[in-house]
């Protein structure tokens, strides 16, 4: 039981080899996998996914850097799952997140931060359903 969030291994955490060490942390620290698969956005869905960013001046790499390689997409679920989950992969920028956190042991860049976690019970459900249908689900 418990609540749910939507998270993405990113390009380039896939690249360097990191689905395994990502996904043994995920699920040690309580998250139950619901749907998962390897999967890459083609343009037009990295442009729908991140839609809201698209009049940042990054919105151009971003679209380029998500779509680069494939990616590993998944639902978690854990009692406080969207706001637990963001304190695992801690800060967007790797330079600021706190030690242990996914995104300083995995994560590069601010752009190339190796996972993506939803930032509301919402967006979790909307960026669920993109990526899985109802079949998917577990
Ligand atoms: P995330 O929070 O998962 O979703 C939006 C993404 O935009 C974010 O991760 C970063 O990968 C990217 N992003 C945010 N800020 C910047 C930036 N200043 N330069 C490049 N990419 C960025």
Known sequence: AGNRT?????????????????????????????AMKMTQMTKT?????????????FFGELVEFMTRGPIVAAILEKDNAVDDFRTLIGATNPEDAAEGTIRKKYATSVG??????????????IEGA????????F
């Open 112 to 125: 190339e931060n190796a996972v993506h976690g939803s930032d509301s019970d919402e967006n979790a459900a």
């Open 45 to 57: 869905d990295a442009e729908e996914f991140y839609a809201i960013h698209k009049e940042r001046p």
């Open 6 to 34: 939507f998270t993405m291994i990113k390009p380039d955490a896939v690249e360097k080899g990191h689905i395994g060490g990502i996904i043994e942390q995920i699920t040690a620290s309580g998250f139950r996998i619901v």
């Open 130 to 137: 993109f990526h899985f249908s109802g079949r998917e689900m």
